[in-house]
């Protein structure tokens, strides 16, 4: 096959013209890409994850509550002075069913 001068100017001219669009494209990317974009963080709740928060938040409040009680059974056990609840625990055995 023989290309003509005529054809191999043609063939020239696309590849050229294919060459600068693809620099120009490639030029659009590292411009678009190197612009700094403001940050855009944000949070929305849900109704149910409000809930959730509310509950963890009161659970944690009377944490203080059950820190100290459970500070004040570990004195009682040390010093031997804890008496078990016998009543107490007779029933809540035989509430759970497993006497």
């Known amino acids: 096959m023989k290309i003509s001068h005529s054809e191999n100017n043609s063939l020239s001219r696309i590849y050229q013209n294919q060459s600068v669009r693809e620099s120009e494209v490639a030029s659009r990317r590292s411009k ?42 570990k004195e009682q056990v040390q010093l031997g002075t804890y008496r078990v ?7 809540k055995l035989l509430l759970s069913g497993h006497v």
Request: glycine content about 2%; aromatic content about 0%; overall charge negative.
């Open 85 to 91: 609840p016998e009543a107490e625990l007779a029933n």
């Open 32 to 73: 678009s890409e190197s612009a700094p974009t403001p940050p855009t963080d944000s949070l929305d709740l849900s109704s149910t994850a409000k809930l959730l928060q509310l509950a963890k938040k009161t659970i944690d409040d009377r944490s203080g509550t059950s820190a100290q009680r459970v500070q004040q059974l």
